[in-house]
Each structure stands twice: as C-alpha cells, then as structure tokens.
C-alpha cells in the first residue's frame, strides 16, 4: 500500500526567499504523486501531480516538484515565497489497490513579511 | 465543465442527534466519490469511496455511513452524533478510469457537535 510522509509540520520563511516542503513516500508500485494546498476554511486545490511522466512537475502559482525514486521523495519548491502562499499544503499518494488517495498529515507553510 | 457542491457549509448539532451532509458532482458521468474527515490539526483521513451507485467501501470503523443513491450523489450520514464527529468534512470526485487522476474537492462542511 500506499504511505507518504511529509517530515516537517510547520515551515517559516521570509518572503522572496525560496520554499521547500519536503515530501517521501513509499510504495511497492510506481506511485502517481500530488501537491495539495487547502487556504484556511476551504477546500483543497490541486498545486500539481507526477504520473511516471517528467520527473520534475511544474504546477500553478510558481510551484514545481521533483520526483527522485532513489531518494523516495516528491519535495515541493518554490524559488520566491509571497504572502499569498501561506496555507496547508499536502502531499498525496494514489493507492491503486483502494483507487483512493493516501493524504500525508500536511506542512502549515507560514511567509513573514 | 465539471462542479462537485455539498451543504450544509455549517452546522451545529447536539449529541446524539442524527446528520446527513449531502454532495452532488456536476458534468461527468460514473465519478469515483470520496468523504473525507479532517480533524482539526491534523491531515485527511479517508472515510468512504463509491466507484458506483451502491457500491460503498467504509475504510474505518466508526457511527458514520455513507450512501449513493443516484450516480453523482453522495450522502454522509449518521443516526447518532458523538463529540468526536468533529471535523471538517470534505467530499471529492475523480474520473473513475485510467490512474493518477486529479482528485477534485468541495468547499467543505463545518461540523460542530455539542
């Protein structure tokens, strides 16, 4: 089965410095990868998703991922943070046993000013 | 193109009373269906999925229930409330073939029991 862990809880940066929330996950199948971000009190929005294409993923709003199967990771970066970004993001597995997704407990990414 | 709604957005409900939060997916046919529990502070945990009319598939124990009655409708239920049926209540669609779909999420529902 699908897992993913997302190792940090909380992350703060300036803005206009680079993010970087950072993503392993783990599966016996090639695994197709998603980015979440939920702003407060509203539903999730896809950022972007790996499906065994490019291994490094561009999505909306500046925001890429890479994919490296040798280091089992989907890291989420972005070179310039702005205020805007601050939110919930989540990393998401496709578990094809379930054809559900596997939601990783979410990085609260905070932008000083 | 493609909408997902589910209502109430709110709602305050005693303890032990009954709930029923309702989803509805509009401009595609046959959608895989999904509710989604999110427990304040923490990530999502998937409750139910339904890759068809009838055909639901419970992933934990607990007083919630899930039904689809029609093929874009998906209804959460409950007979009886407990204070940890918090939570901040997501349904989602995603087209039903192929993998590595893109999950699509509804506004979501408030709910407080108290």
């Known amino acids: 089965a699908q897992s993913v862990t997302q190792l940090d809880s909380h992350v703060s940066v300036s803005e206009g410095t680079p993010v970087l929330l950072r993503c392993n996950y783990s599966?016996?199948?090639?695994?197709?990868l998603f980015w979440y971000v939920q702003h407060p009190n509203k539903g999730l929005q896809l950022l972007l998703k790996y499906t065994s294409a490019a291994t490094l993923v561009k999505g909306i709003n500046g925001f890429e991922a890479e994919f490296k199967k040798s280091e089992t990771s989907f890291h989420l970066t972005k070179p310039s943070a702005h205020m805007s970004d601050a939110a919930e993001y989540f990393c998401v597995g496709e578990d094809t046993g379930r054809r559900a997704l596997t939601f990783g407990s979410g990085t609260r990414l905070q932008v000083q000013p | 193109s493609q909408t997902i709604h589910q209502w109430p957005a709110t709602l305050v409900q005693p303890v032990g009373s009954p709930l029923s939060l309702e989803c509805t997916v509009e401009?595609?046919?046959?959608?895989?269906l999904y509710w989604y529990r999110q427990a304040a502070g923490r990530g999502l945990q998937l409750l139910f999925y339904s890759v068809g009319i009838g055909q639901i598939s419970s992933e934990v124990p607990q007083n919630l229930s899930a039904s689809r009655p029609q093929d874009r409708q998906f209804i959460l239920s409950s007979k009886k409330l407990l204070l940890s049926d918090s939570g901040f209540y997501l349904c989602a669609w995603s087209r039903s073939s192929g993998r590595g779909n893109t999950i699509y999420f509804g506004e979501g529902s408030w709910l407080t029991v108290v």
């Open positions: 401009g595609t046919s046959n959608p895989n």
């Open positions: 599966s016996s199948y090639s695994p197709s």
